[in-house]
Structures are given as C-alpha cells and as structure tokens.
C-alpha cells in the first residue's frame, strides 16, 4: 500500500541544522529524481554560510548542483509542507499536527573525506527513493 499524498503536487520539506550538506544533498536528489512532480523546499535551523564544498564536489561528480545560499527553513515551509524530512534538526523543527514527519538519521557530511560523503549521499539517495516510491512519484 502507498502512502500518497492527496495534491497532485506534494510538497516536501527537508531540513538539517545547517541547510549546507544533508538537506542540500536531499533536495538537489530529490528535485532531479521527481522533476516537477514534487515541490522541493530546503532549510536549516541556524544556516551555514555556504555549502560545504565536499558535498558540492559530490554532488558535481552526478551532474547534480545545489541551492548557492543555506538559508532558514520558517513556519510557512513547515505549514505549507506535506511530508518534513529532518536530518538532525531535532526539536527546532516546528510541528504541525496533519503533517507527515520523518526524521532520517544520516551522518553530517562535514569535514568528511570525499569518500564518506560518497556513502552519506548514497544513503540519502536510497532514502529518497524508497520515499518518492511510497508517495507513488517515480
């Protein structure tokens, strides 16, 4: 049984403490994977500056590039979201009760090698996937 979303277009929020390697990576997957067929938000609870630049490098090497600024997920995001991934945002992700929530607990990509930030972006790669599959997007 699928878990789909009611609106033709879903809309998916992922967040990560920084908005500049895990929720990057996720939404640059995601938005290549599902096209126009998901709206693709991306936020951190306390922004970096930039995007760290290994995950920039890894992103590069599948043709994939990311969102030139971190910035701030807020209460509109989280409203207007129907299913919020957070991947070590913990409490400071606001809560909305008819949301969906799922919290994937993925390493921080910062100051890896490259190799590891191979692996993190393949294990949030398979993550997405299985998500987009549950929604019914393919």
């Known amino acids: 049984m699928t878990d789909q979303i009611p609106n ?9 403490r920084k908005n500049a390697g895990r929720s990057q990576a996720a939404a640059s997957i995601m ?3 599902a096209g126009d067929k998901v709206l693709v938000l991306s936020g951190g ?20 590039g990311v ?3 971190p910035k701030a997920f807020d209460e509109a995001m989280v409203k207007s979201a129907d299913v919020v991934v957070t991947m070590g945002c913990g409490e400071e ?31 949030i790669e398979q993550r997405v996937r299985s998500l987009l599959s549950e929604l019914g997007i393919s």
């Open 31 to 33: 938005r290549h994977l």
């Open 67 to 69: 969102e030139e600024v």
């Open 8 to 16: 033709a277009r879903p809309t998916i929020l992922v967040a990560c």
């Open 93 to 123: 992700c606001p809560y909305f009760p008819g949301k969906r929530y799922l919290d994937w607990e993925v390493e921080d990509p910062h100051n890896q090698s490259v190799e590891k930030v191979r692996a993190i972006v393949d294990d």
């Open 45 to 64: 609870s306390e922004p970096a500056g930039k995007v760290h630049e290994e995950v920039r490098q890894v992103l590069a090497e599948r043709g994939l």
